[in-house]
């Protein structure tokens, strides 16, 4: 009914002759309705700036914890080229957590050498740890994040 009534009003606008502006007086738009179309743009476009910025947060936090990832994988490799006591059979996090804290190298170039992830804070392990890995004492990336 409502839909019915909104066709009949715009038909009837349409049928009504069309007013001329007067001679001197320029057709457009006022001020006041620039400015309400400036403030809707931005109010719009506020709403979605925001909802935009928001869907990337959990992007962001992804590859964050994926080069942390990287870079504990990597430090791992060389601590074990290196010949480094940090492996704890069957655990990951703590093994993660001693290389963390720092080994020393123990053979080769790398000897007295000290393995380290200082940068890295223990509230961003458990984000990294699930794009890590652990197969037969050797910490592996896992650009999907799947645990095996």
């Known amino acids: 009914m409502i839909i019915i009534?909104?066709?009949?009003?715009?038909?009837?606008?349409?049928?009504?002759?069309?007013?001329?502006?007067?001679?001197?007086?320029?057709?457009?738009?006022?001020?006041?309705?620039?400015?309400?179309?400036?403030?809707l743009?931005?109010?719009?476009?506020?709403?979605?700036?925001?909802?935009?910025?928001?869907n990337n947060r959990n992007v962001i936090e992804q590859v964050i914890n994926q080069r942390n990832a990287q870079e504990i994988v990597s430090l791992g490799v060389y601590a074990t080229m290196g010949g480094a006591d940090f492996v704890v059979p069957g655990d990951k996090q703590a093994t993660v957590v001693k290389l963390t804290g720092g080994v020393t190298g123990q053979q080769g170039m790398w000897k007295d050498k000290l393995f380290s992830l200082?940068?890295?804070?223990?509230?961003?392990?458990?984000?990294?740890?699930?794009?890590?890995?652990?197969?037969?004492g050797l910490l592996l990336y896992d650009p999907a994040g799947q645990q095996l």
Not at 8 to 29: C, E, M, N, R
Not at 43 to 54: E, L, T
Not at 118 to 136: C, H, I, K, Q, Y
């Open 118 to 136: 200082a940068n890295l804070r223990a509230e961003d392990l458990p984000g990294a740890l699930t794009f890590v890995n652990f197969e037969s």
């Open 5 to 39: 009534n909104i066709v009949s009003l715009i038909s009837a606008a349409a049928l009504l002759p069309k007013t001329q502006p007067k001679k001197g007086v320029a057709a457009g738009f006022s001020l006041f309705e620039l400015l309400a179309a400036i403030c």
């Open 41 to 54: 743009v931005g109010i719009f476009s506020s709403i979605a700036f925001g909802w935009y910025g928001g």
